[in-house]
């Protein structure tokens, strides 16, 4: 018997987040970077891994593979067009879209260079009228991701690409940075009542050892500074007053990058 949707982070590494999608019987991760959690975590729910999303390709999104496939030979992997991988799969870029029968799923993907230039995330919309967006390291909760490959324009264009995302917008990130995220935008914005509001919501999340994810798109456009590049109080806090939106996002970025 299959039941309703469920989305679960399973820990890894030392802050990272492999989703796992399922439905009681069917399975979809998105990066497994290590093999080791997924597996547990599929044997006890007793389901079966159907299919694989990869953002992009660092170690610690990847590296699970190998051994996935080898315990599940038929599952289907999708990775971005514009990278590299060792391991069989279906490129994807900018609109493909990935139909999972299975979950009842379908995924557009969105091309959003910056942290890596390849990098990509996918995005659901329910027929129960959710939207799911699992966007890699190119969002985080309060944050983005580091420009490795990219600049700071295709960044800051790829992070308004997800601004214009439906405010309900489930944002599932891959690494727990949230609340070292919030204090660094507190530095910047410290009179943003939602931004305090979140920081103390957060921290209490992280206290009892939950995810402080998902997030939603209408909480990061609230409290995110990668987003808020047009806040008065945040170009005064760089000293860019008047400043392009692009300008004071390369400095905050450049600034986080030594937080």
Known sequence: MQHNLQIIPIPAFKDNYIWLIHNGQQALVVDPGDATPVLQALQQLNLRLNTILITHHHHDHIDGVSDLVAAYPHVKIYAPRLEHYA????????LTNISVDDLKLNFTVMSLPGHT?????YYAE?????HLLFCGDTLFGAG????FE???AQMYQSLQKLAALPPTTQVYCTHEYTLHNINFALDLEPNNPALTERYYHTQKLREAKHASLPSNMALELATNPFLRCHSTEIQNAVGLKNASDLDVFTHVRERRNRY
Do not use: D
Request: aromatic share 4%; charged share 15%; glycine share 16%.
């Open 87 to 94: 391991f069989a799969h279906r490129s994807v870029h900018e």
């Open 150 to 152: 990219g600049t700071p």
């Open 126 to 130: 329910q027929a129960s009228g959710k």
């Open 117 to 121: 230039l390849g990098h990509v995330a």
């Open 144 to 147: 983005c991701g580091r420009l």
